[in-house]
Nanobody
Framework: QVQLVESGGGLVQPGKSLRLSCAASGSIFSINAMAWYRQAPGKERELVATITKGGSTKYADPVKGRFTISRDNPKNTVYLQMNSLKPEDTAVYYC????????????????WGQGTQVTVSS
């Protein structure tokens, strides 16, 4: 099937930066939109940013101007550059991708990574 593996999380001080990566692998025919979500303790999972296959992006209001989503289509990888981090950005960050597999090239499904912890604290 399809696997998404995130990396790049960790502990960082307020105002600093982190870059998350998410690589997709497996029986991939094509990848449509990719996205980053996050879930803070006691809160619901929320959308952070999305990017289409063509590179169009959208951001949640709390991260506009601070976070940048990008992707490398040949590498099946999506990135999230997070600058000017705040304590309220602390959460588990999840990668999401809408993928058509080789077995079913006309039927795309959503796949999720396992999550990576980002903690912003002094």
């Amino acid at each position: 099937q399809v696997q998404l593996v995130e990396s790049g999380g960790g502990l960082v001080q307020p105002g600093k930066s982190l870059r998350l990566s998410c690589a997709a692998s497996g029986s991939i025919f094509s990848i449509n939109a990719m996205a980053w979500y996050r879930q803070a303790p006691g809160k619901e999972r929320e959308l952070v940013a999305t990017i289409t296959k063509g590179g169009s992006t959208k951001y949640a209001d709390p991260v506009k101007g601070r976070f940048t989503i990008s992707r490398d289509n040949p590498k099946n990888t999506v990135y999230l550059q997070m600058n000017s981090l705040k304590p309220e950005d602390t959460a588990v960050y999840y990668c999401n991708a809408n993928v058509a597999t080789i077995a079913f090239p006309v039927l795309a499904s959503d796949y999720w990574g396992q999550g990576t912890q980002v903690t912003v604290s002094s």
